[in-house]
Structure formats: C-alpha cells, structure tokens
C-alpha cells in the first residue's frame, strides 16, 4: 500500500485530527487547496525529495474531484492514477474532502479504496462524545471512566474542536498520573461559552467594528480563554468557506443543508455574509497560523487573539 491517505466525513475538526497524527514529527508540510490548484501540482512536489527532512506530507484540502460537487479544475486523474499505483513513495500524500458521501461510481474513487488509506470522521453525536473524549485520552495512555467523560463534555462544551483542545490540556496537567478525575475537570477545564461568544461570531460576520470590540472586551471580564475564542471563530469562518464554496458550485440552500448537515437556517445566514471565498481562506489560513504559533509558545494568545480581531 502507498502512503496517500483519503481523509473525509463532515466534521473538519475531526479531520484536522487525524491529518495531525499523520503529520506528527514531520517539518516539512505543504497544503493545496484543490478547489483552486490542480492535483497535478501537489504531485509534482510529492514526487521531489524534502530538502528539510526526510520525508515531507503534502495535504490536498477540497477534493471535491472526489465527490459529485460540480469541480471546474481539470485535474490530471490519469496522472494521479499512476502516482496511486506507483508503491516507491516515500512522501505522504493526504487528500481531504468535507462531505458525507464519495462519488463510488467514479474509477478514481475506487482506485483510491483499493490503493490509498481511507478514513471516514463523520459527524459525531451528541451521545457519543463521551466516548469519543475516553478514546482520546486513551490514545495518549490516559484513562477516564464514562460517568466522568459525560462530565466533561457537559462542563466544556459539546465543540469538537473545543473538546480536543481541553484534552490536550489536561494531558499536561494530568501528566503524572494519567487518570482524569471530576476535581482534574472542575481544577484546569474551561466552562462552556457564554452567549457573548455568540454576539462576537455574529458581530464579525457582520463587520460590526464596535460590537466585536464590546463583545471581546465582555469575554475577557468573563475569563473566556483565548484558544478557545479561536476555536470558535475557525469553525465558524470555515462554515461560512464551505457554504460559500457549495454555493457557487450550484448547490442549493437545503443540499448545502444535507452535506454540512447543519440546520437550513444557518446556511441562509452564512450566505447573507458579504465575505468573498478568497478572503474566508486567508481568514482561515491566519487562524491556523495563530492557533499554531500559540501552541507552540510563539505568541501570546491574548496579544494574538487582539491582533486577528484588530486586522480582520
């Protein structure tokens, strides 16, 4: 088997997951957007040697080739085929799609199954997050009993995105002795969001200056942690990225509806924004950017998070 992996479900946070074990302990990462570059270029760079590891992953997000969305790039699927077929590559190839379905009829896509590792992360249901955070721990040597996972989702929220970032918090914190206790919960995690987080999504959707400015200023009286303000925002800038993307490749407001499966009424008013795709993408891009630089102890996160809101 190759090393190209075919990542898609519903939920980009669970994605975003799964391409970051790929890539743990890997420098040298390239990211195409195949809504707009074609699959020709990403493996033209997968096909070259890292000059800064030994290895590198090249991710391709939007694979919507793979789907049955109107795509008006003209991939080279002839050349993918042979890229798939070929067992000799070292570098790793992840190709990502939000969508709950692939497009089987297609002999790419059957290609891919039989060649490729492919993961299905559909959305998860609120009943099965506490399982979900006891196999995250799990992963990573922990253990937490279901009576106290169903605690935690309840306490920190039921954002996937959120709940990760809590977990590896308290990986840290925990790191002694690997066993997440209630007191551990209500000690080091972050009660779920206020309706302030809401007003401050809405208002920057809007480009309401004054109201983010009041709403941030709200959130940090409150004691609302930055990351997780962060949090927040990505999902909802990449919402609003996947509704316009969908939109204007011809999907109407309820298929919109059916593949992000998010209430109808969402969707209406993520079309009503005024943002452009390109500039969602860079929104999304100085998201990544500050979530990572935060992390990595680059930058404080309340100095980062005021400069996002300051230059959006």
């Known amino acids: 088997m190759n090393n190209v992996y075919l990542i898609y479900g519903n939920d980009y946070g669970l994605i975003k997951r799964e391409i970051d074990k790929i890539k743990k302990n ?14 020709d270029d990403l493996l033209d760079d997968a096909s070259c040697m890292s000059l800064l590891d030994n290895k590198k992953v090249l991710i ?25 077929n070929d067992t000799s590559h070292d570098n790793i190839v992840i190709l990502t799609v939000i969508t709950d379905k692939l497009d089987e009829r297609k002999k790419i896509v059957k290609l891919i199954k039989q060649t490729s590792k492919v993961i299905n992360k559909s959305f998860i249901e609120d009943k099965n997050l506490p399982n979900f955070v006891i196999e995250e721990f799990k992963l990573e040597g922990y253990t937490i009993d279901f009576k106290t996972a169903n605690y935690f989702v309840n306490y920190v929220g039921k954002n996937v995105d959120i709940l990760i970032s809590e977990i590896e918090k308290m990986i840290v914190y925990k790191e002694n002795d690997k066993l997440v206790t209630i007191k551990d919960i209500n000690d080091i ?21 004054k109201k983010i400015y009041e709403c941030y200023k709200d959130l940090i009286i409150l004691g ?26 011809g999907k109407s407001s309820k298929e919109i509806a059916d593949v992000l499966k998010v209430h109808p009424y969402r969707v209406k008013l993520t079309l009503e924004t005024d943002y452009l795709i390109y500039e969602l993408e860079s929104i999304l891009k100085k998201l990544h950017e500050l979530d990572y630089d935060i992390k990595s102890g680059k930058l404080d996160k309340k100095v980062g998070l005021e400069n996002f809101l300051l230059n959006i």
């Open 189 to 209: 995690s972050c009660k779920g969001f206020k309706d302030n987080v809401f007003d401050l999504t809405d208002g920057i959707m809007k480009r309401d200056y």
């Open 60 to 84: 391709g997000e939007n694979a919507l080739f793979l789907t049955t969305s109107i795509n008006n790039i003209n991939h080279d699927l002839d050349y993918l085929s042979n890229y798939l």
């Open 26 to 39: 890997v420098n040298d990462v390239a990211k195409y957007d195949l809504s707009i570059n074609k699959i």
């Open 224 to 249: 609302e942690e930055p990351i997780k303000i962060i949090a927040l925002l990505a999902n909802q800038f990449l919402l609003t990225y996947q509704v316009k993307l969908l939109n204007s490749n």
